[in-house]
């Protein structure tokens, strides 16, 4: 059986923890073949971000093209995109009928911005009408629609505004709600699913929407249902928090390599 292509386009994160790095390991911790278009590049650690340096929207492109035209794609993952510059390139170079999962990256753990708030209305226009799945967290529903969600019933209505921009499918992650349950609210064209599980104390999340979303478009490109790569996709985020390394002084990476036995 051959492996599973997902053609990630994101950020690179200097510390590991999150955008492309966390991709990579993601990808190869679930069976794919990670293949990679890095949109920025970010001098960042567990503490925060210190520096960003965008890559130029023709670079982009190549490095997409080069990867569609040789080893081909699977499904398509995308994160961190910075400007509507970038956003238009890889909305225009997607090929047609890849299952796409748009994780819209707007802001770091540590609070800063990794989208400019130009680029808001080309990601609504350009990109998340090509989503198989838009993978929002609350701050970013909340950014994309102009509005407080304050419950799961708030999260079912913003996925449904979310949708109407044209994606054929919304996750909305609930982590922010406060809680010890958690509630992911997916709606798509099957209707409402809810998703529940428990938080897990812990500092240690950096990078948790990059696993979420590259982990879901794995599932996708090796032919699991949305709701199928949906599920697996919780159960190993969950298990990478839970055994989590440590590492740093502020907000410390997952543990992707779990799924990895040593013989």
Same mark, same amino acid.
């Given at each position: 059986?051959?492996?599973?292509?997902?053609?990630?386009?994101?950020?690179?994160?200097?510390?590991?923890?999150?955008?492309?790095?966390?991709?990579?390991?993601?990808?190869?911790?679930?069976?794919?073949?990670?293949?990679?278009?890095?949109? $920025?590049?970010? !001098?960042?650690?567990? #503490? =925060?971000? @210190? /520096? +960003?340096?965008?890559?130029?929207?023709?670079?982009?492109?190549?490095?997409?093209?080069?990867?569609?035209?040789?080893?081909?794609?699977?499904?398509?993952?995308?994160?961190?995109?910075?400007?509507?510059?970038?956003?238009?390139?890889?909305?225009?170079?997607?090929?047609?009928?890849?299952?796409?999962?748009?994780?819209?990256?707007?802001?770091?753990?540590?609070?800063?911005?990794?989208?400019?708030?130009?680029?808001?209305?080309?990601?609504?226009?350009?990109?998340?009408?090509?989503?198989?799945?838009?993978?929002?967290?609350?701050?970013?529903?909340?950014?994309?629609?102009?509005?407080?969600?304050?419950?799961?019933?708030?999260?079912?209505? $913003?996925?449904? !505004?979310?949708?109407? #921009? =044209?994606? @054929? /499918? +919304?996750?909305?992650?609930?982590?922010?709600?406060?809680?010890?349950?958690?509630?992911?609210?997916?709606?798509?064209?099957?209707?409402?699913?809810?998703?529940?599980?428990?938080?897990?104390?812990?500092?240690?999340?950096?990078?948790?929407?990059?696993?979420?979303?590259?982990?879901?478009?794995?599932?996708?490109?090796?032919?699991?249902?949305?709701?199928?790569?949906?599920?697996?996709?919780?159960?190993?985020?969950?298990?990478?928090?839970?055994?989590?390394?440590?590492?740093?002084?502020?907000?410390?990476?997952?543990?992707?390599?779990?799924?990895?036995?040593?013989?």
């Amino acid at each position: 059986m051959s492996i599973a292509r997902i053609l990630i386009c994101a950020g690179s994160d200097s510390g590991g923890g999150a955008g492309i790095q966390a991709d990579i390991k993601t990808v190869t911790a679930l069976g794919g073949y990670a293949m990679t278009a890095i949109t $920025a590049l970010t !001098a960042q650690n567990t #503490l =925060g971000v @210190q /520096a +960003v340096v965008p890559v130029a929207p023709d670079f982009i492109r190549l490095q997409m093209q080069a990867v569609l035209d040789d080893l081909g794609a699977d499904a398509v993952k995308t994160g961190m995109l910075g400007n509507a510059e970038a956003i238009a390139t890889i909305a225009a170079t997607l090929p047609p009928g890849l299952p796409v999962v748009v994780d819209p990256v707007m802001v770091a753990k540590g609070g800063a911005p990794l989208l400019l708030e130009a680029a808001i209305g080309a990601l609504k226009q350009r990109l998340i009408p090509r989503a198989t799945l838009l993978t929002p967290n609350l701050p970013e529903a909340e950014a994309l629609l102009g509005g407080r969600i304050a419950d799961v019933a708030a999260m079912q209505a $913003a996925g449904a !505004a979310l949708r109407a #921009l =044209g994606a @054929q /499918a +919304v996750l909305v992650k609930g982590g922010h709600l406060p809680g010890d349950t958690l509630y992911d609210v997916l709606v798509g064209p099957d209707g409402v699913e809810v998703f529940e599980g428990r938080r897990i104390p812990t500092r240690h999340t950096h990078g948790t929407g990059c696993t979420l979303a590259s982990a879901i478009a794995t599932g996708l490109g090796q032919g699991l249902g949305l709701s199928a790569a949906i599920i697996r996709a919780r159960a190993y985020l969950v298990e990478a928090i839970r055994t989590a390394p440590g590492l740093g002084n502020g907000h410390g990476p997952l543990n992707h390599a779990h799924t990895v036995r040593f013989s």
